[in-house]
């Protein structure tokens, strides 16, 4: 079964909407990173909507940490909490809005790693 990003076909109440067209190649989603605190490995998708390429990060042990308008680049040691799925802590999978701990501190992650490519932070105090 594709994976699709079509609205549902369940309305509110419960009926059924009756569908006029069948799926659509654009409509189709990828399947998430999950991206990982291991050593560093990206995958390039190579069009996306629109002709440009996608970089999305695997895994990585590196983030990028803003602090008062300066920028560092340090290591990730373990991710700490995750406010979109708390199961996700324990396999050390890192997604927008994780604190992960580092050796600066604790960082909230400010970039979406399976998307952008890049994984970005700020310190949280």
Avoid: F, W
């Amino acid at each position: 079964m594709a994976r699709s990003q079509q609205r549902s076909r369940r309305k509110v109440s419960g009926g059924l909407y009756r569908g006029s067209r069948g799926k659509r190649k654009l409509e189709l989603s990828g399947y998430p990173a999950m991206t990982k605190l291991e050593a560093k490995t990206v995958k390039r998708v190579e069009r996306v909507p629109g002709g440009s390429r996608k970089i999305s990060v695997l895994s990585t042990n590196h983030i990028n940490v803003a602090d008062k308008g300066k920028v560092t680049k340090t290591e990730m040691l373990n991710v700490v909490e995750s406010h979109s799925n708390p199961h996700l802590v324990r396999r050390n999978v890192m997604v927008k809005g994780s604190v992960v701990e580092t050796k600066l501190g604790k960082v909230r992650l400010t970039s979406r790693p399976g998307q952008d490519g890049v994984v970005n932070g700020v310190l949280v105090k």
